[in-house]
Nanobody, 118 residues
Framework: QVQLVESGGGLVQAGGSLRLSCAAS????????MGWFRQAPEEEREFVAS????????YYADSVKGRFTISRDNHKNTIYLQMNSLKPENTPIYSC???????????WGQGTQVTVSS
């Protein structure tokens, strides 16, 4: 059974930092790109950041460039999202996604809530 479990969300003041983690287990054999998305109530889910299977290529939404950093530890099947200089608008649920680079099969976690107080 495939599971992606996010953690690290919570309440933080504007300008503060949080580090999210997403641990994957039960994935079929393969190489997986992984990423973070976020979705606020009544809004569409939006891309935040992604990292390729080997960890040497990353992409970021313009809104988080310079403030967020995505990384991964393949030994632990875990990705991280270091979020600095958080803004009050960054209050959605953050979810991680993983996609097999060959089959394009993808899996999603349940998400973790991030609330930034002004």
């Amino acid at each position: 059974q495939v599971q992606l479990v996010e953690s690290g969300g919570g309440l933080v003041q504007a300008g503060g930092s949080l580090r999210l983690s997403c641990a994957a287990s039960g994935l079929p054999s393969g190489n997986y790109d992984m990423g973070w998305f976020r979705q606020a109530p009544e809004e569409e889910r939006e891309f935040v950041a992604s990292i390729n299977w080997s960890g040497d290529t990353t992409y970021y939404a313009d809104s988080v460039k310079g403030r967020f950093t995505i990384s991964r530890d393949n030994h632990k099947n875990t990705i991280y999202l270091q979020m600095n200089s958080l803004k009050p608008e960054n209050t959605p649920i953050y979810s991680c996604d993983t996609e097999d680079i060959n089959t394009k099969e993808d899996y999603w976690g349940q998400g973790t809530q991030v609330t930034v107080s002004s």
